[in-house]
C-alpha cells in the first residue's frame, strides 16, 4: 500500500523560506511522477509543482514559479520542495502527491491517485 508523509510545515513571515518533504513508502518510488498541491478552506486543490519519476524535468504552477523548486531523491524515496520568497496569499495546507501509472507525470489533481495528510504552512504578512 503506497503512503505519503509530508512534514515540514509552520509559520513563517513573508519573504521568509519554508522546505516541505514527502516520504513515500509502498511501491518503486523511482517509476513514478510525484507532485506537490495546496488547497485552502472553500476552495478547489490546486497545483503548485510536479517532478517526473528520474528527475529530468518539473512543472510548476505560474503563481509559484521562480520561488519555488521541487527535487527528489530516489534513493532516500522522499520529495522535497523548496519554498522561498513566501507570501500570505501561499498560505494552505500542502499535500504531495502520486500517480497510479508509473513514469507519467500529470499537473492537474485527477491524475493523482494517492495523496498524504497534508501540512499546514502559513505566512504572516
Known amino acids: 500500500q503506497v503512503q505519503l508523509v509530508e512534514s515540514g510545515g509552520g509559520l513563517v513571515q513573508a519573504g521568509g523560506s519554508l522546505r516541505l518533504s514527502c516520504a513515500a513508502s509502498g511501491r518503486s518510488f523511482g517509476s513514478y511522477a510525484m507532485g506537490w498541491f495546496r488547497q485552502t478552506p472553500g476552495k478547489e486543490r490546486e497545483f503548485v509543482s510536479a517532478?517526473?519519476?528520474?528527475?529530468?524535468?518539473?512543472y510548476y504552477a505560474d503563481s509559484v514559479k521562480g520561488r519555488f523548486t521541487i527535487s527528489r531523491d530516489n534513493a532516500k524515496n522522499t520529495v522535497t520542495l523548496q519554498m522561498n520568497n513566501l507570501k500570505p496569499e501561499d498560505t494552505a495546507t500542502y499535500y504531495c502527491?502520486?500517480?497510479?501509472?508509473?513514469?507519467?507525470?500529470?499537473?492537474?489533481?485527477?491524475?493523482?491517485?494517492?495523496w498524504g495528510q497534508g501540512t499546514q504552512v502559513t505566512v504572516s504578512s
Open positions: 517532478i517526473v519519476s528520474h528527475g529530468g524535468s518539473t
Open positions: 502527491a502520486t500517480p497510479s501509472a508509473p513514469f507519467t507525470t500529470y499537473t492537474t489533481r485527477g491524475g493523482y491517485t494517492f
